[in-house]
């Protein structure tokens, strides 16, 4: 579990978002969520799901992630996660196991 920090948010197993999630620091999702997300950091939890569009300087995905995503600075994908669609990223590291699919881009780090 991570931290209680200000400017977080946690989507906690069970739960499902739909809509527009923005944070200044890091969004873990252990649930569902449809939408649009926004943060320093994203941490898709092994049971997390993310479908749409979703942008931050940091991505970890143990889960699964679809649609848009863009990884400023880097995108991790662990062993178990899914990443699919269309994919931005700073730095790429994907762990033995894990997977992504579609198109797929590298761009400059943003400062």
């Keep these: 579990m991570s931290e209680n920090i200000k400017g977080n948010l946690q ?28 943060a320093r950091a994203v941490d898709i939890t092994i049971n997390g799901v993310v479908t749409g569009n979703t942008t931050a300087d940091n991505i970890r995905v143990a889960g699964q ?8 600075h880097s995108l991790m994908i662990e062993s178990t996660g899914q990443v699919n669609g269309t994919i931005t990223y700073g730095d790429l590291e994907i762990r033995k196991g894990g997977n992504i699919s579609g198109d797929i881009n590298s761009a400059p780090r943003k400062t």
């Design 65 to 72: 992630l679809m649609d848009t995503s863009t990884a400023h």
């Design 11 to 38: 989507i906690g197993a069970g739960v499902i978002a739909r809509g527009s999630l923005t944070a200044p620091g890091l969004i873990e999702i252990d649930g569902d969520v449809d939408g649009v997300v926004n």
